[in-house]
Protein backbone atom coordinates (compact mmCIF):
# COMPACT_ATOMS: atom_id res chain seq x y z
CA UNK A 1 0.00 0.00 0.00
CA UNK A 2 1.33 3.43 -0.64
CA UNK A 3 3.02 5.14 1.88
CA UNK A 4 1.76 9.07 2.76
CA UNK A 5 3.22 11.33 4.56
CA UNK A 6 1.88 13.16 7.89
CA UNK A 7 3.33 16.09 9.53
CA UNK A 8 3.48 15.32 13.63
CA UNK A 9 2.44 17.97 16.25
CA UNK A 10 4.84 20.64 17.40
CA UNK A 11 6.49 19.06 20.88
CA UNK A 12 6.38 22.37 21.73
CA UNK A 13 2.32 22.67 21.62
CA UNK A 14 2.35 19.04 23.74
CA UNK A 15 -0.01 18.04 21.32
CA UNK A 16 -2.78 20.72 22.03
CA UNK A 17 -5.01 20.21 19.04
CA UNK A 18 -6.53 23.31 18.85
CA UNK A 19 -2.98 25.17 19.20
CA UNK A 20 -1.99 22.99 16.75
CA UNK A 21 -4.51 23.97 14.54
CA UNK A 22 -4.05 27.74 14.83
CA UNK A 23 -0.78 27.29 13.96
CA UNK A 24 -1.36 25.32 11.22
CA UNK A 25 -4.13 28.35 10.16
CA UNK A 26 -1.30 30.93 10.28
CA UNK A 27 1.68 29.20 8.71
CA UNK A 28 0.05 27.41 6.01
CA UNK A 29 -3.64 28.37 5.07
CA UNK A 30 -3.08 32.34 5.86
CA UNK A 31 0.90 32.08 5.54
CA UNK A 32 0.55 30.70 2.00
CA UNK A 33 -2.49 32.78 1.28
CA UNK A 34 -4.33 28.86 0.29
CA UNK A 35 -7.48 30.70 1.31
CA UNK A 36 -7.97 34.67 0.57
CA UNK A 37 -10.47 34.76 2.84
CA UNK A 38 -9.20 33.48 6.15
CA UNK A 39 -7.32 36.10 7.77
CA UNK A 40 -10.05 38.40 7.84
CA UNK A 41 -12.05 36.33 10.13
CA UNK A 42 -9.02 35.35 11.93
CA UNK A 43 -7.34 38.53 12.85
CA UNK A 44 -11.15 39.79 13.84
CA UNK A 45 -11.06 36.77 16.39
CA UNK A 46 -14.13 35.66 14.83
CA UNK A 47 -13.04 31.89 14.23
CA UNK A 48 -14.23 29.54 16.44
CA UNK A 49 -12.29 26.60 17.84
CA UNK A 50 -13.92 23.24 19.17
CA UNK A 51 -12.08 20.32 20.36
CA UNK A 52 -14.19 17.10 20.09
CA UNK A 53 -14.23 14.91 22.81
CA UNK A 54 -16.11 11.62 20.61
CA UNK A 55 -14.51 8.77 19.88
CA UNK A 56 -17.25 7.54 17.92
CA UNK A 57 -19.54 8.47 14.97
CA UNK A 58 -22.43 9.34 16.65
CA UNK A 59 -20.72 11.31 19.15
CA UNK A 60 -19.30 13.41 16.49
CA UNK A 61 -22.35 13.82 14.59
CA UNK A 62 -24.21 15.48 18.12
CA UNK A 63 -21.06 17.67 17.92
CA UNK A 64 -22.04 18.60 14.91
CA UNK A 65 -25.28 19.32 15.50
CA UNK A 66 -24.76 21.33 18.85
CA UNK A 67 -22.14 23.32 16.30
CA UNK A 68 -24.35 24.17 13.74
CA UNK A 69 -26.99 25.20 16.31
CA UNK A 70 -24.10 27.38 17.76
CA UNK A 71 -23.18 29.17 14.89
CA UNK A 72 -27.02 29.52 13.04
CA UNK A 73 -27.38 31.26 16.63
CA UNK A 74 -24.70 33.30 16.69
CA UNK A 75 -23.75 36.76 14.94
CA UNK A 76 -21.23 36.60 12.48
CA UNK A 77 -19.68 39.26 14.09
CA UNK A 78 -19.40 36.85 17.20
CA UNK A 79 -18.75 33.64 15.03
CA UNK A 80 -17.88 33.79 11.74
CA UNK A 81 -16.71 30.10 10.90
CA UNK A 82 -15.80 27.15 13.02
CA UNK A 83 -13.43 24.61 12.95
CA UNK A 84 -14.78 21.76 14.55
CA UNK A 85 -11.32 19.56 15.61
CA UNK A 86 -11.85 15.62 16.19
CA UNK A 87 -8.26 13.88 16.93
CA UNK A 88 -10.31 10.51 18.10
CA UNK A 89 -12.68 9.61 15.27
CA UNK A 90 -12.78 9.21 11.99
CA UNK A 91 -8.51 9.41 11.75
CA UNK A 92 -8.68 7.12 8.45
CA UNK A 93 -9.37 9.14 5.85
CA UNK A 94 -11.64 7.10 3.88
CA UNK A 95 -14.34 6.52 6.62
CA UNK A 96 -13.89 10.28 7.08
CA UNK A 97 -14.95 10.80 3.59
CA UNK A 98 -17.82 8.47 3.74
CA UNK A 99 -18.87 10.73 7.28
CA UNK A 100 -19.49 13.77 5.23
CA UNK A 101 -22.43 12.47 3.52
CA UNK A 102 -24.01 11.85 7.13
CA UNK A 103 -22.53 15.21 7.76
CA UNK A 104 -24.53 16.84 4.86
CA UNK A 105 -27.44 14.85 5.96
CA UNK A 106 -27.68 16.88 9.35
CA UNK A 107 -27.75 19.88 7.37
CA UNK A 108 -30.37 19.19 5.12
CA UNK A 109 -32.49 17.54 8.43
CA UNK A 110 -31.96 20.84 10.44
CA UNK A 111 -32.98 23.20 7.54
CA UNK A 112 -29.32 25.04 7.24
CA UNK A 113 -28.29 24.05 3.76
CA UNK A 114 -28.21 26.37 1.59
CA UNK A 115 -26.93 28.92 4.51
CA UNK A 116 -24.26 26.50 6.28
CA UNK A 117 -21.53 24.51 4.71
CA UNK A 118 -19.47 22.00 6.24
CA UNK A 119 -15.63 21.88 4.23
CA UNK A 120 -13.37 19.15 4.83
CA UNK A 121 -9.68 18.91 6.20
CA UNK A 122 -7.68 15.80 7.03
CA UNK A 123 -4.43 15.11 7.85
CA UNK A 124 -4.46 12.28 5.48
CA UNK A 125 -6.27 14.21 2.69
CA UNK A 126 -6.22 12.43 -0.86
CA UNK A 127 -7.78 14.45 -4.12
CA UNK A 128 -9.90 11.90 -6.19
CA UNK A 129 -7.43 10.65 -9.19
CA UNK A 130 -4.32 11.90 -6.78
CA UNK A 131 -1.32 9.66 -5.57
CA UNK A 132 -0.91 9.56 -1.76
CA UNK A 133 2.16 11.13 -1.29
CA UNK A 134 0.92 14.39 -3.76
CA UNK A 135 2.04 17.44 -2.56
CA UNK A 136 -1.39 19.13 -3.97
CA UNK A 137 -3.21 16.85 -1.17
CA UNK A 138 -1.62 19.10 1.13
CA UNK A 139 -4.33 22.14 0.47
CA UNK A 140 -6.50 20.46 2.02
CA UNK A 141 -4.06 18.15 4.76
CA UNK A 142 -4.53 19.85 8.64
CA UNK A 143 -3.01 18.34 11.96
CA UNK A 144 -5.93 16.34 12.48
CA UNK A 145 -9.23 15.60 11.08
CA UNK A 146 -11.94 18.79 11.37
CA UNK A 147 -14.94 19.67 9.55
CA UNK A 148 -14.92 23.30 8.83
CA UNK A 149 -18.59 24.68 9.23
CA UNK A 150 -19.21 28.15 7.02
CA UNK A 151 -21.68 30.55 6.52
CA UNK A 152 -22.67 30.73 3.36
CA UNK A 153 -23.27 34.93 3.41
CA UNK A 154 -19.84 35.15 4.32
CA UNK A 155 -18.77 32.90 1.60
CA UNK A 156 -20.84 34.21 -1.15
CA UNK A 157 -19.51 37.69 0.07
CA UNK A 158 -15.80 36.79 0.31
CA UNK A 159 -16.41 35.58 -3.45
CA UNK A 160 -17.87 38.69 -4.57
CA UNK A 161 -14.86 40.97 -3.10
CA UNK A 162 -12.45 38.41 -4.65
CA UNK A 163 -12.58 38.50 -8.26
CA UNK A 164 -10.40 35.39 -9.16
CA UNK A 165 -12.18 32.38 -7.35
CA UNK A 166 -11.83 30.31 -10.00
CA UNK A 167 -8.20 30.78 -9.41
CA UNK A 168 -7.54 29.95 -6.31
CA UNK A 169 -7.70 26.10 -6.56
CA UNK A 170 -4.85 26.35 -8.93
CA UNK A 171 -2.87 29.02 -7.27
CA UNK A 172 -3.41 26.39 -4.49
CA UNK A 173 -1.60 23.59 -6.45
CA UNK A 174 1.14 25.84 -7.92
CA UNK A 175 2.25 27.00 -4.66
CA UNK A 176 2.13 23.83 -2.92
CA UNK A 177 4.09 22.21 -5.91
CA UNK A 178 6.68 25.21 -5.59
CA UNK A 179 7.53 24.54 -1.91
CA UNK A 180 7.47 20.54 -2.35
CA UNK A 181 7.66 18.48 1.01
CA UNK A 182 10.74 19.71 2.17
CA UNK A 183 9.49 23.07 2.30
CA UNK A 184 6.16 22.44 3.84
CA UNK A 185 7.97 20.60 6.38
CA UNK A 186 10.37 23.38 6.98
CA UNK A 187 7.42 25.90 7.05
CA UNK A 188 5.58 24.20 10.01
CA UNK A 189 8.99 23.01 12.21
CA UNK A 190 7.37 19.26 11.97
CA UNK A 191 9.14 15.90 11.72
CA UNK A 192 7.77 13.54 9.29
CA UNK A 193 6.16 10.69 9.28
CA UNK A 194 4.93 7.75 7.31
CA UNK A 195 1.60 6.64 7.11
CA UNK A 196 -0.68 3.98 5.40
CA UNK A 197 -3.28 5.84 3.47
Not at 52 to 66: C, G, W
Not at 67 to 86: Q, V, W
Not at 87 to 116: C, R, S, T
Request: glycine share 4%.
Amino acid sequence: MAQSQTFLPSPASENDPVEDTKAWLEKVVIGLNLCPFAKAVYVRNQVRYVLSKAEDPDALLADLVTELRTLHAASADDIDTTLLIHPHVLNDFLAYNDFLHLADGVLEKLEMAGEIQIASFHPDYQFADSHVDDIENHTNRSPYPMLHLLREESVERAVDAFPDTDTIYEKNMETMRRIGHEGLKKLLGKDVKDGKA
